[in-house]
């Protein structure tokens, strides 16, 4: 998939926090973290192929973008001691 769409490193990091958060439990649900980044490498090739069309991203730079915030916004709030 790498040489497909380039690296996707994000998802691996986001979705389990994503699907801890939908499931609301305490330890992280496997399927459901699966899920969510199916569901998250789905969407960002959907905006990839058509923000900028008819240019298309490469996958990689959409996850890139909108998780690494969403990470950012995890390790702040979690040095402030809430979970």
């Known amino acids: 998939m790498t040489g497909a769409a380039g690296p996707v490193d994000f998802v691996a990091l986001m979705a389990p926090q994503i699907a801890l958060r939908l499931a609301r439990?305490?330890?992280i649900p496997l399927l459901c973290s699966a899920l969510t980044g199916?569901?998250?490498?789905?969407?960002?090739?959907l905006l990839a192929?058509?923000?900028?069309?008819?240019?298309?991203?490469?996958?990689?730079?959409?996850t890139?973008?909108?998780?690494?915030?969403?990470?950012?916004?995890?390790?702040?709030?979690?040095?402030?001691?809430?979970?």
């Open 49 to 62: 192929r058509r923000l900028l069309a008819p240019t298309e991203l490469p996958v990689g730079v959409v």
């Open 64 to 83: 890139a973008l909108v998780g690494a915030p969403y990470l950012m916004w995890l390790l702040i709030r979690s040095r402030r001691g809430g979970s």
């Open 25 to 27: 439990g305490a330890q």
């Open 38 to 45: 199916a569901v998250a490498v789905v969407l960002a090739d």
